[in-house]
């Protein structure tokens, strides 16, 4: 069975400010890939990033980046320099993998983590 | 492009009644899928379809939900008779069918049901 654990229910921050948000999954299978998505206000799931198993490298998009370590099972997300706008409720999921590599099916979330992002 | 719309937004609904959610995906989408979160808990999957084709239902809760995708377009979720428990978000997403690619599922807004 696939489960992941976001730890951290709600993170308040004042803008500026870098905030990690940590995700921690469980999986049996060899590949597999992880998902974050972000949820504002106006309540759709707006995708961020995927990542497969079997790319360990760290990516940056712009004052986003993503640490995804196989060894402690942990994929987590850091946003820089805060903004309001980034306030959200933030989804690391996780989905299988098949043979070829193409992630399918349904996806296993964690709860979320709800940042709050003061002026 | 347009990107997953639901319908409607918000229901709120005694308990025996009937209700009944749509989703349009983008379009060209062959893969959709329902959702659901409970309040405060996480996203739990409900079902899968591939074109008209029920992939994976495993995540159906018991026989009072009835999902739909004639024609392989837009699809329903009704819920007959609801109860109380039946309350959350429900959350539709749709995908590109990929061999050898990478799929990413795009999501809708989501409906608000509350059974009282």
């Known amino acids: 069975a696939q489960k992941v654990t976001q730890a951290q229910t709600e993170i308040s921050v004042v803008e500026k400010e870098d905030v990690t948000l940590d995700c921690v999954y469980e999986?049996?299978?060899?590949?597999?890939?992880l998902f974050w998505y972000k949820q504002p206000p106006s309540g759709e799931l707006v995708f961020l990033i995927r990542?497969?198993?079997?790319?360990?490298q760290n990516e940056i998009s712009g004052r986003y980046s993503w640490n995804f370590q196989k060894s402690t099972s942990s994929f987590n997300f850091t946003i820089t320099a805060s903004q309001v706008v980034d306030s959200a409720v933030y989804f690391c999921?996780?989905?299988?993998?098949?043979?070829?590599?193409?992630?399918?099916?349904?996806?296993?979330f964690g709860q979320g983590t709800i940042l709050t992002v003061h002026p | 492009e347009a990107g997953v719309t639901q319908f409607p937004s918000h229901s709120v609904i005694e308990k025996g009644q009937t209700v009944t959610l749509r989703c349009d995906p983008i379009?060209?989408?062959?893969?959709l899928y329902w959702y659901r979160r409970v309040m405060g808990k996480e996203i739990k999957f409900l079902l899968h379809?591939?074109?008209?084709?029920?992939?994976?239902e495993s995540g159906m809760p018991n026989n009072r939900f009835l999902a739909e995708r004639t024609g392989g377009t837009y699809s329903t979720l009704k819920v007959q008779p609801a109860e109380l428990e039946d309350s959350g978000v429900y959350f539709c997403a749709s995908s590109h069918r990929r061999t050898g690619g990478k799929e990413t599922q795009y999501f809708g807004p989501g409906t608000r049901l509350l059974v009282l």
């Open positions: 990542r497969n198993s079997f790319d360990e």
């Open positions: 379009s060209g989408h062959d893969n």
């Open positions: 999986t049996r299978d060899t590949t597999y890939y």
């Open positions: 999921a996780l989905s299988r993998s098949n043979a070829g590599g193409t992630s399918y099916g349904k996806l296993t």
């Open positions: 379809f591939v074109k008209e084709s029920k992939q994976d």
